[in-house]
């Protein structure tokens, strides 16, 4: 066996993760530490098998379901790779074309897309409380319908981003973290800022730097948390990364200073976000459907945003970190760059091509996060499956 | 080899169905009972495979067209699951983003998607004479492209509902009953009211009752048909539809009255259409490019609908039945629920509720119909074929 | 091994094509001769292959990105089957559900979708210029992307059409004449008349002609450019069809009459285009969002379109040729074809309905020009893996 695998898979021997098995994706806190690590282990089996031309497909039939509920391309693309990496072909519920009855229940709805699905990845993000709500509804109606004798297995879910995890992106994040610092035990001690950041939109979601304050913390992360007043997460789950925090000695701070945060930071995170408190007035709006109010809130909301134009990212700000320019900075892209997609924005040009490289590496692991997770979900003895693939030595690219 | 699959073969051994090899499958009244009879058999063997997890792929690269002329999800999920269960690729020709121009004949549209189309399945329901005509000329293009010398094989047929007939749906609500009452021979003698019901909405299509009132004598049901006066069905299918009952001595019977149909059902099917007159307008209308005239009979039409509200399925109604709550109620779904998709509709929420896990399996045939009337084009010995998919026994999902 | 393979590998092995492995496929010209007839001897094996039933499926996973940013049924087909034929599944960017940022770079976006993409298709040929100079900027961002081990692989490119060439429109029209003709070297010395012909619509690309003009002389065929004065094509591309046929010692000649081009010719292709001059105009007119100017343009050219409207083929006109109505007649498809699509158009009814099938026929290689562009793209050993495949004999269809 490939010496690379062989490590990964004696890693992947001393964790507990059997509940996986069967088991749904939707927050990275619905995980155990240990769950958690198995998946980056698998993600990384399956991409030293795929790097080395074996094919890793389990399925010789069956859908992977998605339902984009907002644009995407990154989220989209890495769930038709990851599921397609295992066998499954991608068969997307675009409401658009569909008879999805208005009035029709959450759980018809999934059963009747269900009967052939091995997973559903629900992308959902728009509205404060209503992803989490739609995904849980999902995932209860599949189980339901299973335990009834409607459906002959329950197809498990993977959130694409709800509004408040995105997990298959902050499974990329740390991938290409534990790859670059060569092991998840490197993470410990390091410092990340996980900061706010000028955009000349509105309305960019909460979950991304939500799904890193309630993870890195879990592998003793130390995180700055920073941003404008007015610009709140959503309080229990900054209430979690406290408490995550605390259960590994890790320090887990809030301020109001970009600077104060990058100061000796080894690893910078600066994005743009909605507030929290404007997200939840926009998700009533919509609910009352008053249009006028929406462009009324986001007229005031650039405003507001507006007066934090100097929350950029500058080689200046970049100066202040643990390694300047060779600290570790990360976006989930597309990033608002200065002089490329804007004016003003998230960062300066100078810093987000140093960084170019890295970044696009940080995005190449969401794929195989998706088929890690997917690979978990469907797998019961994943170290014994693994070895068999990796046996079997089937070609994927018959060259 | 499995005792289920045994028994399945072995009837299917006893039928004849040569014809059906290489052949459309687009009205159940185009096929012999003895055909009918096959098409189930397979369905059911498929099912009995997949969910023992042996894969029934049959194709190694090849495509599945879909042509969807009308939105839909739970005819698109099924023609998408049941091409997929035996290896085929689903390729959408959405009309929208195509380059099919205006006057080119359906010859040549025909042709250009089936270079290595195995299945196009059409849905094109909406205009009366229309769908049929549009899916027979799609046949016979891909025949005279077949006979030129142009495609190397001649891409089969499954319709996914005409302006006549629905005959995945049917499919699914027959495999339903024989599996709910044991064998196809139970059918007979058992009463089925197939009943129009109110709804809010306008233009539900004719195919639904049709493909029921059709094919259901054919196995001995005693079929009774009710509608208000004025709601009728293309009368050349009543004609067969009573024809059908003489043949096998069953009864087909009509009323104006809902009451009279449930009065001692074994099985009742409420739901609403346009009546046929309405629909001759409306396609009129449609070809004469007739906005304000279409709004107008919409509007009429909504108006004579709303005169019928009593004709809904309520639980008074169905202790009229001849087993009260336990009497099967069937539904093609989505359902105008009172009190959850709508205020007035087809079906009080008590029914519907009681009855959910009824509805959704019926719902589940439906990729197995698809797959079955695939199969039986495709495979020229299926009891043959089918036993050496058991015997290879390749795991579908290899978990 | 089937004698007709036998000696297409017979033939492949005489060639030097070795530089295609790993390489896109954008423009004909960018390939020497060798490399052209190995892909048409390679089209020719895989439809051998697949019409006797054996699979040709190299790829047991991998996405076959497709990017048309306009709108196409014959391409899009034809790029779902070839990749398909080899075992990749579409993943398409439509650019409409995509998050694809104002700004974000080329460089981005292609980046983000070649995670697991072993091959891009692309069409875009609607504005003079921009159609190449995206191409190359995906190609040279995938090979960035791969140098700097962000990829793992390089994916390739197909051109699903350009604003300079169409080749897998023109290498389907050439398989057609080879097969037709009986072979390559047949090609030599047979007069071919790409003539412009009258459209009621405007803005046809000039892809198709010019795909045809650099491509033939380059087996020895004697062509004729024939257009209406102002209706001229990239002058570039007219000078290289004039180098190829010098090379070759084939004619090319230029003329503004259609009757002199048909005269003697063996084979015909009148179609319509835009003059170059006017695209360039529409072109600058969409940069500067010029919606006023582009309408203006659009009326003028159709007015002066409807000088030319005697530019039709004609059964007079084909009497002209070599062989009359058995000269072959050749179109991309759709045609504007008289008393079917329009009053006044390319071709007359007579003609076409003649020549349909051959028109068909030409069209039914698309797909396997496609399949053999991705297959030299992606095997090392093509005559080798060929063999390979034959010598498996996996059926495709386990009928």
């Not at 997973?119 to 959902?124: A, E, F, L, P, S």
């Not at 509105?202 to 979950?207: A, E, F, N, R, V």
């Not at 929290?276 to 006028?292: H, I």
């Amino acid at each position: 066996m490939d010496a690379k695998l062989q490590q990964l898979l004696d890693q992947l021997k001393n964790l507990d993760y059997s509940n996986m098995y069967n088991n749904d994706f939707l927050h990275t806190w619905d995980k155990t530490t240990d769950e958690l690590k198995a998946m980056y282990l698998v993600a990384d089996a399956l991409r030293n098998l795929r790097e080395r031309n074996i094919s890793t497909r389990i399925f010789q039939s069956g859908l992977a379901v998605s339902n984009f509920r907002d644009n995407s391309t990154r989220t989209r693309f890495s769930f038709a790779s990851g599921s397609n990496l295992l066998g499954l072909q991608l068969q997307d519920l675009d409401e658009s074309k569909s008879q999805v009855a208005h009035g029709e229940t959450v759980r018809e709805t999934a059963t009747m897309i269900s009967f052939m699905a091995d997973v559903i990845g629900i992308r959902d993000d728009k509205y404060i409380r209503e992803g989490d709500a739609y995904m849980k509804e999902v995932s209860e109606s599949v189980a339901q319908s299973y335990a009834d004798g409607i459906l002959d297995h329950r197809p498990t879910l993977v959130s694409l981003q709800s509004d408040s995890d995105h997990p298959t992106q902050s499974s990329a994040d740390i991938l290409y973290l534990i790859n670059e610092l060569g092991g998840v035990e490197n993470l410990k001690g390091k410092k990340v800022a996980v900061t706010w950041a000028y955009s000349p939109s509105y309305g960019k979601p909460l979950s991304c730097p939500q799904s890193l304050i309630t993870l890195l913390p879990r592998f003793g992360m130390d995180v700055t948390l920073a941003h404008p007043e007015g610009y709140d997460l959503m309080p229990e789950l900054v209430e979690k990364a406290g408490n995550y925090a605390a259960e590994t000695g890790a320090t887990f701070k809030q301020t109001h200073s970009m600077e104060e945060a990058f100061e000796g930071a080894d690893i910078v995170v600066p994005k743009s976000w909605a507030s929290f408190a404007s997200m939840e007035r926009r998700t009533k709006l919509y609910a009352e459907g008053d249009k006028a109010g929406i462009d009324a809130l986001e007229k005031e909301q650039l405003a507001e945003n507006a007066n934090h134009m100097d929350w950029h990212c500058t080689t200046e700000l970049m100066n202040k970190t643990a390694h300047g320019m060779d600290t570790i900075y990360m976006h989930p892209l597309p990033a608002d760059i200065e002089g490329v997609s804007c004016e003003h924005g998230e960062v300066e040009n100078a810093v987000f091509d140093a960084h170019r490289d890295g970044l696009y590496k940080e995005a190449s692991y969401k794929p195989y996060a998706v088929a890690a997770m997917i690979f978990l979900q469907k797998v019961k003895d994943p170290v014994a499956k693994l070895a068999e693939l990796e046996e079997a030595g089937t070609k994927r690219w018959n060259f």
